[in-house]
C-alpha cells in the first residue's frame, strides 16, 4: 500500500473482508456480503471475546454482522479475528464451533481449540501479506482506565441462534455444552468453565 494514502478504520476492515474473503474462495467457500465494525461483541470488555458474528436471523438488515474488539489494535491480530468470524458467516452461525465450523476453518488454515482458532502459519505467512499491502490497522486499543471487579460468572451454554441459556452444573462441564431444543445446534460454553 502506499504510504501517503491512509485509509480510515471502517475502509481497513472492509478492504480486510474483501481480501479474506479471496482466500476463502481459494479453498470453494462463498463468503456472503457482511457487516463489519469495530465494537464491543456482546461480552463487552469483560468478556474474552475479541469477535463476534451474529447471524442473518438475528440481523434486520439480513445480513452477518461482525464486531472486532476495540481492545485489539495489532493488525495480524485482527486479520486473524477477521477470517475466524467469517467462517461463522460462511455457515450463517448454524454450527457454532463444532464440525462443520471445524472443517471450513481447518481447510481455510485455522487452527487451535475451534473456539479460539487462530491462523496456522502457512495462513499467518498470507495475514502478513495482506497486512503488508493494505497497511497497518488504522486503530489504537482502548484501555479502560478502570478494571471493573466482577463476580465469577458461574458456567452456563447459550445457543448462537436463538440465545436460550441453560445454567451448567459443574460435575457436567467436562461433559460440554447441551444440543440447543429449538435449533438442534451444539450450545456455546459461557461463563466460567474452568
Not at 481455510?108 to 502478513?128: S, Y
Request: charged content about 25%.
Amino acid at each position: 500500500m502506499n504510504d501517503a494514502i491512509q485509509i480510515g478504520r471502517q475502509t481497513w476492515l472492509e478492504t480486510a473482508v474483501t481480501y479474506a474473503s479471496a482466500e476463502f474462495k481459494k479453498h470453494g467457500f462463498a463468503v456472503p456480503e457482511v457487516r463489519i465494525s469495530c465494537g464491543f461483541p456482546s461480552t463487552g470488555q469483560r468478556g474474552s471475546r475479541i469477535g463476534e458474528c451474529w447471524s442473518t436471523k438475528i440481523c434486520s438488515c439480513g445480513l452477518n454482522e461482525i464486531f472486532v474488539s476495540p481492545l485489539i489494535d495489532d493488525s495480524d491480530e485482527v486479520l486473524g479475528v477477521i477470517f475466524h468470524e467469517l467462517v461463522h458467516a460462511v455457515d450463517d452461525c448454524k454450527s457454532g464451533h463444532g464440525a462443520a465450523f471445524k472443517k471450513i476453518a481447518t481447510t481455510i488454515g485455522l487452527t487451535g481449540k475451534m473456539i479460539h482458532a487462530h491462523p496456522n502459519d502457512e495462513l499467518g505467512k498470507r495475514v502478513k501479506l495482506i497486512v503488508a499491502e493494505i497497511g497497518p490497522y488504522p486503530h489504537k486499543r482502548l484501555i479502560p482506565k478502570t478494571r471493573i471487579t466482577i463476580k465469577r460468572q458461574r458456567p452456563y451454554a447459550e445457543c448462537s441462534e436463538c440465545g436460550y441459556r441453560v445454567p451448567m452444573l459443574k460435575k457436567f462441564l467436562d461433559v460440554g455444552p447441551p444440543i440447543c431444543p429449538k435449533d438442534n445446534i451444539m450450545m456455546m460454553p459461557e461463563g466460567h468453565w474452568d
